[in-house]
């Protein structure tokens, strides 16, 4: 596709459930980033993949949050055991190179956790 | 202290009026990103700046880095316009730190 692809566009997950979110970055772009945004608020850096290699997952708020990228294109970011608190806007960012510019920005996963 | 803050928070104007928001940020910084974001909407990328000015249509970027501030001009203001402004700042890692935003709303 031309642009950064996220699904589901909208996650209802019951508290205690488990949930996966897909990003699939622009063709060839190196660098693929989550953030999380919650309502009201700035996004917050979640982890940062170059290639197949997540070379920073410091924002990670807990061990239940997990992401990989196994072929250094499509990403996955896992959420174990949600919490309310996990209630965010998911975003995926792509770059061409693994400066940080020139980021294109996925439309987002809104998740709800009840 | 947010490490990057925006100002006003929220600006409601009439169209045509022109825009200005403002960003300051404490760390150095190897750029600074200007972003829009529609309600329910991904983020769109308008500028990326390491020095200077940039200029896209009604929209105006500027940075000083000595002063470690940067703003955002839109002139001709449309209600089109009305979005969420973001400035982001990058500091040669690559993860963004992100301000809160600055909610616009342009009045026909």
């Known amino acids: 596709g031309a642009g950064v692809s996220q699904s589901p566009r909208y996650k209802v997950a019951k508290r205690g459930q488990d949930v996966a979110l897909r990003c699939d970055p622009i063709?060839?772009?190196?660098?693929l980033f989550w953030y999380q945004q919650a309502l009201g608020q700035g996004p917050e850096f979640l982890t940062y993949?170059?290639?197949?290699?997540?070379?920073?997952k410091s924002g990670l708020p807990s061990d239940r949050f997990f992401a990989e990228r196994p072929e250094g294109s499509v990403s996955t970011l896992k959420i174990q055991r949600t919490q309310q608190e996990d209630s965010a806007v998911y975003l995926c960012a792509s770059s061409p190179n693994n400066q940080g510019t020139y980021l294109f920005f996925g439309s987002g996963t809104q998740l709800s956790v009840l | 202290k947010n490490e990057v803050e925006q100002s006003p928070q929220n600006l409601t104007a009439q169209e045509g009026e022109f825009i200005t928001i403002n960003c300051s940020y404490s760390v150095g910084i190897s750029a600074l990103h200007w972003l829009q974001q529609h309600p329910g909407g991904g983020i769109v990328s308008l500028f990326m700046?390491?020095?200077g000015k940039k200029k896209h249509g009604r929209l105006i970027a500027t940075i000083n880095i000595q002063e470690k501030h940067s703003s955002l001009h839109i002139t001709a203001s449309h209600p089109r316009d009305s979005a969420v402004y973001i400035c982001?700042?990058?500091?040669?890692?690559?993860?963004?730190?992100f301000g809160q935003g600055t909610r616009l709303t342009i009045n026909p």
């Open positions: 982001a700042v990058s500091r040669g890692a690559q993860k963004l730190v």
């Open positions: 063709s060839g772009h190196v660098s």
């Open positions: 993949f170059q290639n197949e290699a997540q070379l920073d």
């Open positions: 700046l390491s020095s």
